[in-house]
């Protein structure tokens, strides 16, 4: 045992020491820790807003775009078609599209912006299957309708403004992403005047 006198100051500045030391070092292991909670790029550019060029797509023609991992469905609807979207309402669970499977400027007979342009979440809402566009031989399914979506699972059906027919096991209409046009001719999908959805 030292019979050397005891330095107060040295033991307060290797103490002071040791801790700086100890909370830089546990700096440098929490900034990559914590950093490897925010989504990678792959992962934020999955959740981007996605651009759809609409110019080439005739009556009857849908097309699929991936958005966050899920397909959107984008269809031109003919006027007669649009016109006649109102003649069913009596056979579909949510014809006014009150629950929120929509934005506000969504919730109408169409549940789009312009009536002859309809996009949807292309997943039942039932267990989250992918329904089958008929654009021709949906009367086969559903009587009186000429045209809608169907999913083959469990035998969900839905208009062409995607709301769902009543005694089905689909609960809800199809989801209607926010969306916003940027010209006549092209759509940009997961965002609208308000923000990213």
Partial sequence: MSNAPVSNGRRRFLTATTAVVGGLGAAAVAVPFIKSWNPSARAKAAGAPVEVDISKLEDGQMVRVEWRGKPVWVVRRSAALV???TEIDGELRDPSSVEEQQPIYAQNAYRSIKPEIFLAVGICTH?????TYLPDSFSEQVKGVNSGFFCPCHGSKFDMAGRV???VPAPLNLVVPKHMYLSDT???VGVDEGGEA
């Fill in 127 to 131: 267990l989250g299957c992918s329904p």
């Fill in 83 to 85: 016109q006649s979207l």
């Fill in 165 to 167: 027919f009543q005694g």
């Fill in 186 to 188: 092209r759509i940009l």
